[in-house]
């Protein structure tokens, strides 16, 4: 269980009598609204976070990565967050907090269990080596993301870290009220919002106007802003501006077998392997779509199962290594069902308008599909609290590039993430563009470990040429050439962006490069 030393009324109530004004009012208490208003508060910035539901309310996008660490590190460093350092590794997470529940994550682990036919159920399982060799083409891709354990990245029980970062916030001196609905909000500087808390008893709940010099949405995939709000700033969805297309099913499980033993079971646990396939953020691809499996130390997994839309819906358990791993699976008690998404994507402006602001998370929602969308959230907190800290001349500089840049960044990760879609049928082609994706997120790590301006543009956007490489990798996969002239045409043309020995056919599928030293 996690360990919150205050209860939920203190959260809620414990500044309630002081001024009405805040200098920031955040809407949405996930991990990125907190952390906002524990790096603001930290820093004396008189802050309100409203959270519609209760503080660590269950939550997906639970996957780190390098970079995301990497910006909670430096985000620690420069505000002085010794707790937040902590939770940037797993060691140090266990040391520091060991009630905060989480997983263990060395990397990316890819395995592709072929193709079942019309309402055919595989009876073989997972087959590394399709054509019975042992050979360097393999149907499982490892992408290292730590040297060893000790910089091992995380899991995140999201509603352990959600109710954290709230937690901090608190004792730093935020005003965090939960079950707490804006019913209304006046524009003009300041913002002025109408908040009302939602008790059982409807004669109990009253209204309070506050004030505050900046709103931010930090609401989330299923954030409301207030109607009047939402048209005074011009609110709409362009979901139809995103490429990748799918939906999914997702819950929390108990008793989910073991990958790794299951390919020790059957002899394919290879001696070459960077890292325990389980500690990792674990792909199970098929033709039809893919299942996600992360793994938390307390015998949670969560589990999804995600299929591009526009494709017949096909059950996972037509595949046979899928049954083994489900087979004892019982839901846990904060999913006592599957949650169903008939789309994943969405996406909506504006991104700033005058005094409102709005986080990464909740511009846009892109997939699951590598572990996209905490990095994102992390960054947006880094941009935005140097931002809100700086004084009038730079804060107005960088706020009039951040739109722009979480914009342009968020349609290039859909643009790569897209493209892997596309390329579902086999294990070779969705290696190759997924290569595409990994030489950027290195490269923006790389430039971030280095002292890169965390308000520059990432993902190789500063490179058009990179870009037109991601428009001739889609016209290669327009002309449905085969995966070895993919390979072929594609790993020239990838060098000049990469260091890390990407798409290299004699390592296997094996990748063990990671980037800069994390320190």
């Given at each position: 269980?996690?360990?919150?030393?205050?209860?939920?009324?203190t959260?809620?109530?414990?500044?309630?009598d002081?001024?009405?004004?805040?200098?920031?009012?955040?809407?949405?208490?996930?991990f990125?609204?907190?952390?906002?208003?524990?790096v603001?508060?930290?820093?004396?910035?008189?802050?309100?976070?409203?959270?519609?539901?209760?503080?660590?309310?269950?939550?997906?996008?639970?996957?780190?990565?390098?970079m995301?660490?990497?910006?909670?590190?430096?985000?620690?460093e420069?505000?002085?967050?010794?707790?937040?350092?902590?939770?940037?590794?797993y060691?140090?997470w266990?040391?520091t907090f060991?009630?905060?529940?989480?997983g263990?994550?060395r990397?990316?682990?890819?395995?592709?269990?072929?193709?079942?036919?019309?309402e055919?159920?595989?009876?073989?399982?997972f087959?590394d080596?399709?054509?019975?060799?042992?050979?360097a083409?393999?149907?499982?891709?490892?992408?290292?993301?730590?040297?060893?354990?000790?910089?091992?990245d995380?899991?995140?029980?999201?509603?352990?870290?959600?109710?954290?970062?709230?937690?901090?916030?608190?004792?730093?001196?935020?005003?965090?009220?939960?079950?707490?609905q804006?019913?209304s909000?006046?524009?003009?500087?300041?913002?002025?919002l109408?908040?009302?808390?939602?008790?059982?008893?409807?004669?109990?709940?009253?209204?309070q106007?506050?004030?505050?010099?900046?709103?931010?949405?930090?609401?989330?995939?299923?954030?409301?802003?207030p109607?009047?709000?939402?048209?005074?700033?011009?609110?709409?969805?362009?979901?139809?501006?995103?490429?990748t297309?799918t939906?999914?099913?997702?819950?929390?499980?108990?008793?989910?077998r073991?990958?790794?033993?299951?390919?020790?079971?059957?002899?394919?646990l290879?001696?070459?392997?960077?890292?325990d396939?389980?500690?990792?953020?674990?792909?199970?691809?098929?033709a039809?779509g893919?299942?996600?499996?992360l793994?938390?130390?307390?015998g949670?997994?969560?589990v999804?199962?995600t299929?591009?839309n526009?494709?017949?819906?096909v059950?996972?358990?037509?595949?046979?290594?899928?049954?083994?791993?489900?087979?004892?699976?019982?839901?846990?008690?904060?999913?006592?069902?599957?949650?169903?998404v008939?789309?994943?994507?969405?996406?909506?402006?504006?991104?700033r308008?005058?005094n409102?602001?709005?986080?990464?998370?909740?511009?846009?929602?892109?997939?699951?599909?590598?572990?996209?969308g905490?990095?994102?959230?992390?960054?947006?907190v880094?941009r935005?609290?140097d931002a809100?800290?700086s004084?009038?001349?730079?804060q107005?500089e960088?706020?009039?590039s951040?739109?722009?840049?979480?914009?342009?960044?968020?349609?290039?990760?859909?643009?790569?993430?897209a493209?892997?879609?596309?390329?579902?049928?086999?294990?070779?082609?969705?290696?190759?563009?997924?290569?595409?994706?990994?030489?950027?997120a290195?490269?923006?790590?790389?430039?971030?470990?280095?002292?890169?301006d965390?308000?520059?543009?990432?993902?190789?956007?500063?490179?058009?040429?990179?870009?037109r490489?991601?428009?001739?990798?889609?016209?290669?996969?327009?002309?449905?050439?085969?995966?070895?002239?993919?390979?072929?045409?594609?790993r020239?043309?990838?060098?000049?962006?990469?260091?890390?020995g990407?798409?290299?056919?004699?390592?296997?599928?094996r990748?063990?490069?990671?980037?800069?030293?994390k320190?």
């Open positions: 269980m996690r360990a919150l030393p205050l209860n939920r009324r959260m809620r109530h414990m500044m309630s002081s001024s009405t004004h805040y200098d920031v009012a955040i809407l949405g208490g996930g990125s609204g907190g952390l906002l208003a524990w603001l508060a930290a820093r004396g910035m008189r802050v309100l976070l409203v959270e519609r539901d209760r503080f660590g309310r269950f939550a997906i996008g639970e996957s780190s990565t390098p995301a660490d990497l910006v909670m590190r430096q985000l620690a420069k505000y002085a967050l010794p707790k937040l350092h902590a939770l940037s590794t060691p140090s266990k040391q060991p009630n905060l529940r989480c263990k994550k990397g990316f682990s890819y395995y592709h269990h072929g193709e079942v036919r019309s055919e159920i595989a009876i073989d399982g087959q080596h399709m054509d019975g060799t042992s050979g083409k393999r149907n499982s891709l490892l992408v290292t993301a730590s040297p060893n354990d000790t910089w091992a995380t899991h995140w029980l999201r509603s352990d870290v959600d109710a954290f970062f709230v937690e901090q916030a608190t004792l730093a001196g935020a005003d965090c009220r939960e079950c707490t804006v019913v909000a006046e524009m003009g500087e300041p913002v002025r109408t908040l009302r808390e939602c008790t059982e008893k409807e004669d109990e709940r009253t209204n106007a506050v004030s505050a010099r900046w709103l931010i949405n930090a609401s989330g995939r299923f954030g409301v802003l109607e009047n709000l939402a048209a005074f700033i011009g609110l709409r969805r362009v979901d139809q501006r995103l490429q297309n939906r999914s099913v997702f819950a929390h499980f108990r008793n989910v073991s990958w790794t033993d299951e390919l020790r079971r059957t002899n394919q290879g001696e070459d392997e960077p890292f396939p389980d500690d990792a953020a674990q792909h199970h691809l098929t039809d893919w299942m996600w499996m793994r938390l130390d307390h949670v997994t969560s999804g199962w299929q591009p526009g494709r017949d819906s059950d996972w358990q037509r595949y046979a290594s899928l049954q083994r791993l489900m087979r004892d699976a019982s839901f846990d008690e904060a999913t006592p069902d599957w949650i169903s008939d789309r994943v994507q969405r996406m909506q402006t504006p991104i308008l005058r409102y602001i709005a986080m990464p998370t909740a511009v846009a929602t892109i997939d699951p599909l590598h572990s996209t905490i990095a994102h959230g992390l960054i947006g880094a935005l609290a809100l800290l004084e009038p001349a730079r107005t960088l706020l009039v951040y739109a722009e840049t979480v914009e342009s960044e968020l349609l290039r990760i859909d643009s790569l993430v493209m892997c879609y596309r390329c579902l049928r086999s294990m070779s082609r969705f290696e190759a563009v997924s290569m595409l994706y990994f030489a950027a290195i490269n923006s790590e790389e430039f971030l470990a280095s002292g890169g965390v308000h520059s543009p990432l993902w190789f956007l500063g490179n058009p040429e990179f870009g490489l991601i428009d001739a990798t889609s016209r290669q996969l327009d002309r449905d050439v085969s995966d070895i002239e993919l390979w072929d045409w594609l020239p043309r990838l060098q000049p962006f990469q260091t890390a990407l798409l290299d056919p004699a390592v296997g599928g990748y063990r490069y990671t980037g800069e030293a320190v």
